[in-house]
């Protein structure tokens, strides 16, 4: 994982997050528009925040940054699900979608967490969504409130396909590699993997024998242990065998969290963002000041150049006005001859002197 989250990689963050099953809800933050922080706690997992970026990911966290003010939907969610705790947790087939299960002593909330397209994070009450952090009509679905939650049309569900609804992915495609990768939808990185574990290349001919042992390998993909590693900003729940990985993490979340933070942009609190206001302020004050100032030297100086030579310039003045009447020309090349004219423009009639 990069950015956003794999169905694969789903599948181990749910499986890793079991953790928080019994866990009680004390505190909902949402730091930007699509984040949430909903602080946790349980003897086992002590204090943590289950963090939802959609559409990027969810995973658990051991801090929260700075926090805006809340909108409307997560107040909805304090109001009916703090100090609830959680039930169950789960990915729907292979879909990146996550259901919360949470209970309170007079009911029972779902909350679900869609992790594709422009993301999604839905309350539903029952069987009826009660609020959405965004509201969304599309052509075979509407995501709002007073409506019973309907997920998208289910992608292929690898976990749950029989060998033969498997081999009729590659009547079209022969290439093993692109089927794992987007009809499956495992992504290049783990469709090379489980190629590597079935003993199949990509470019080799296949047949029934080959596409029992893809459909093997892809299965084992979803059933080994987590051991978290890292390359280069990414992070994988398992060792990938023709990747050289230089880091080890404790768990998948703790190497998520080191990719949010590295790709995340930093979020500022409203203390900070009105310091930042006030000292753009003063900074463009004092460059005000700053230029006022220059402004006021050069005239000040201008006017000591003048006031020192004032019986030059008078003279000069003088000697213009007594050859009125005559040629300009010939009046330039007598104002010339003084050593301290530099120019005399006739056009714009402008008398450029050197003064030390």
């Known amino acids: 994982m990069k950015e956003n989250v794999s169905s694969l990689e789903l599948h181990y963050i749910v499986k890793e997050l079991q953790?928080?099953?019994?866990?009680?809800?004390?505190?909902?933050?949402?730091?930007?528009?699509?984040?949430?922080?909903?602080?946790?706690?349980?003897?086992?997992?002590?204090?943590?925040?289950?963090?939802?970026?959609?559409p990027k990911v969810i995973y658990l966290a051991k801090n929260k940054p700075e926090m805006g003010d809340p909108s409307q939907f997560c107040l909805l969610l304090r109001k009916n699900i703090q100090m609830g705790y959680i039930d169950a947790i789960e990915q729907l087939g292979a879909d990146r979608i996550v259901k919360l299960v949470v209970s309170r002593p007079e009911k029972k909330f779902e909350i679900f967490i869609e992790l594709f397209a422009k993301g999604n994070i839905v309350l539903s009450i029952d069987d009826r969504i009660t609020?959405?952090?965004?509201?969304?009509?599309?052509?075979?679905?509407?995501?709002?409130?007073?409506?019973?939650?309907?997920?998208?049309?289910?992608?292929?569900?690898?976990?749950?396909?029989?060998?033969?609804?498997?081999?009729?992915?590659?009547?079209?495609?022969?290439?093993p590699e692109k089927v794992l990768a987007a009809k499956v939808g495992m992504g290049k990185i783990y469709a090379q993997e489980a190629l590597v574990v079935a003993g199949v290349r990509k470019d080799d001919k296949i047949n029934k024998v080959k596409i029992k042992a893809l459909y093997g390998a892809v299965k084992s993909l979803y059933d080994r242990n987590i051991n978290a590693v890292g390359l280069s900003g990414e992070v994988f729940p398992f060792e990938i065998t023709n990747l050289e990985t230089d880091t080890k993490y404790g768990?998948?979340?703790?190497?998520?969290?080191?990719?949010?933070?590295?790709?995340?942009?930093?979020?500022?609190?409203?203390?900070?963002?009105?310091?930042?206001?006030?000292?753009?302020?003063?900074?463009?004050?004092?460059?005000?000041?700053?230029?006022?100032?220059?402004?006021?030297?050069?005239?000040?100086?201008?006017?000591d150049m003048i006031y020192e030579n004032y019986q030059l310039i008078s003279s000069l003045l003088d000697k213009i006005k007594k050859m009125k009447g005559q040629d300009w020309k010939d009046i330039k090349t007598e104002i010339l001859k003084n050593d301290k004219v530099a120019d005399f423009d006739l056009k714009n009639k402008k008398l450029t002197l050197i003064m030390a």
Do not use: C, W
């Open 251 to 303: 768990s998948f979340s703790e190497g998520i969290a080191e990719v949010m933070d590295i790709t995340a942009p930093v979020i500022k609190s409203p203390l900070e963002k009105k310091r930042e206001k006030l000292m753009s302020i003063i900074k463009a004050q004092e460059a005000t000041l700053k230029k006022n100032e220059d402004q006021i030297s050069q005239a000040t100086r201008a006017g």
């Open 131 to 175: 609020g959405v952090l965004i509201g969304q009509r599309m052509r075979d679905r509407t995501v709002r409130g007073g409506v019973k939650y309907d997920p998208p049309k289910a992608n292929f569900d690898i976990k749950n396909t029989s060998l033969e609804d498997f081999e009729k992915l590659f009547e079209e495609e022969p290439n």
């Open 19 to 54: 953790t928080i099953v019994g866990a009680r809800i004390d505190k909902i933050y949402q730091p930007s528009k699509n984040e949430l922080y909903i602080q946790l706690y349980s003897s086992k997992i002590k204090k943590a925040f289950l963090h939802i970026s959609v």
